[in-house]
């Protein structure tokens, strides 16, 4: 080797020991960077999941609350379905002979009118009355209480013995019901 081959050697070699401080300080700094880019990605789902988490706990509580709203009156809804229930058996347990007495007139209008008024009440908070009579047996609304033989179609209510009641739609008091059954 000549004296300018052992330089250039010499040379190539001290450029490469100095480019490769270069070459390392750039991979670290490629590395740095995809690792900044991860925890950013993370950091971004991270976000993504807190703000869904936030959008359905406010959207349960608005429920809960609208729940509690509509239904806050069940508890006094269901105590005043008795009062309800013993005007309508007091109405209907008045002879036709005593609805026609001059002198009891007025009561039984009176009465008449506050069931009415009882059934406008009920009407305006949400109360509906469960059909019944001549339906489907529908465990969800009715309470079979026994069966009748009957002509009509097995499994169709023949008799209510206490009317059943929804609050919006919600079950307040299920219809308490015979149902037909085949005669024998």
């Known amino acids: 080797m000549t004296e300018d081959t052992k330089i250039d050697v010499d040379t190539l070699r001290q450029d490469t020991a100095e480019a490769a401080p270069e070459v390392a300080e750039h991979d670290d700094s490629a590395a740095r960077i995809a690792d900044l880019e991860n925890q950013l990605a993370d950091a971004k789902q991270q976000t993504?999941?807190?703000?869904?988490?936030?959008?359905?706990?406010?959207?349960?509580?608005?429920?809960?609350?609208?729940?509690?709203?509509?239904?806050?009156?069940?508890?006094?809804?269901?105590?005043?379905?008795?009062?309800?229930?013993?005007?309508?058996?007091?109405?209907?347990?008045?002879?036709?002979?005593?609805?026609?007495?001059?002198?009891?007139?007025?009561?039984?209008?009176?009465?008449?009118?506050?069931?009415?008024?009882?059934?406008?009440?009920?009407?305006?908070?949400?109360?509906?009355k469960v059909e019944a009579m001549g339906a489907l047996l529908d465990p969800n609304k009715h309470q079979a209480m026994m069966e009748v033989a009957s002509d009509a179609e097995p499994g169709t209510i023949v008799q209510e013995m206490q009317a059943g009641y929804m609050l919006k739609d919600r079950l307040l008091r299920p219809a308490l019901v015979g149902v037909a059954k085949k005669p024998a």
């Open 48 to 128: 993504l999941y807190a703000q869904a988490e936030i959008q359905n706990v406010r959207r349960r509580a608005e429920k809960e609350v609208a729940d509690a709203r509509n239904y806050a009156t069940t508890s006094f809804a269901r105590d005043i379905l008795s009062v309800a229930d013993n005007l309508a058996r007091g109405l209907s347990a008045i002879p036709a002979d005593l609805r026609e007495d001059e002198r009891l007139k007025g009561l039984i209008t009176g009465l008449e009118a506050t069931g009415r008024e009882l059934e406008s009440v009920f009407a305006r908070n949400g109360i509906t």
